[in-house]
T-cell receptor
Framework: NAGVTQTPKFQVLKTGQSMTLQCAQDMNHNSMYWYRQDPGMGLRLIYY???????DKGEVPNGYNVSRLNKREFSLRLESAAPSQTSVYFC??????????????FGQGTRLTVV | AQRVTQPEKLLSVFKGAPVELKCNYS??????LFWYVQYSRQRLQLLLR??SRESIKGFTADLNKGETSFHLKKPFAQEEDSAMYYCALSAWYSSASKIIFGSGTRLSIRP
């Protein structure tokens, strides 16, 4: 019953460093998402992927890149971290087709601090 | 553009009192709306969705297309209801869907 698994759980980066957040789901979902959660701003969509091989920008894509490696995995990369990217990052997946989106399942989150 | 608005950052009520968490949306298509909840130290999880029209943990939400609202209600609040609540909208682009969340409301139930 793994569901959605994110790694790492915590990370501290220096400004300018790069890193990749990993996400994998074992529910055979077609859609996957990356969000950031900031106080007072809720969850903001960074990127999403409707299917293997496709990715689209969300509300706040600047400073991030993503890769939908296969149906299971969807990674988020920060090429040059900035303090403004300090946040809690969540990966999620859902089954979306025929105009209906099922329940989204979330990972446990990655708490990232950029100093 | 799609948008979900939750006007209250914090809502504090006494145990046993009624609760209403407000949610308004902006979407040109046929909306698919959800309420998610995040309890302390737990993952975000689905509370209910408008398609199901069910009551979960005593909570209900009715989609009002005229007022573009999907408010979450419970007649008698319990202490275990204290959590962060997010309203969400599933928006469709061609054959792809993205889920947009509101800014969240922290519900605090006082004993």
């Amino acid at each position: 019953n793994a569901g959605v698994t994110q790694t790492p759980k915590f990370q501290v980066l220096k400004t300018g460093q790069s890193m990749t957040l990993q996400c994998a789901q074992d529910m055979n979902h077609n859609s996957m998402y990356w969000y950031r959660q900031d106080p007072g701003m809720g969850l903001r969509l960074i990127y999403y992927s409707a299917s293997e091989g496709t990715t689209d920008k969300g509300e706040v894509p600047n400073g991030y890149n993503v890769s939908r490696l296969n149906k299971r995995e969807f990674s988020l990369r920060l090429e040059s971290a900035a303090p403004s990217q300090t946040s809690v990052y969540f990966c999620a997946s859902s089954e979306a087709h025929g105009g209906v989106n099922t329940e989204a399942f979330f990972g446990q989150g990655t708490r990232l601090t950029v100093v | 553009a799609q948008r979900v608005t939750q006007p209250e950052k914090l809502l504090s009520v006494f145990k046993g009192a009624p609760v209403e968490l407000k949610c308004n949306y902006s979407y040109s298509g046929s909306p698919e709306l959800f309420w998610y909840v995040q309890y302390s130290r737990q993952r975000l999880q689905l509370l209910l969705r408008h398609i199901s029209r069910e009551s979960i943990k005593g909570f209900t939400a009715d989609l009002n297309k005229g007022e573009t609202s999907f408010h979450l209600k419970k007649p008698f609040a319990q202490e275990e209801d204290s959590a962060m609540y997010y309203c969400a909208l599933s928006a469709w682009y061609s054959s792809a869907s993205k889920i947009i969340f509101g800014s969240g409301t922290r519900l605090s139930i006082r004993p």
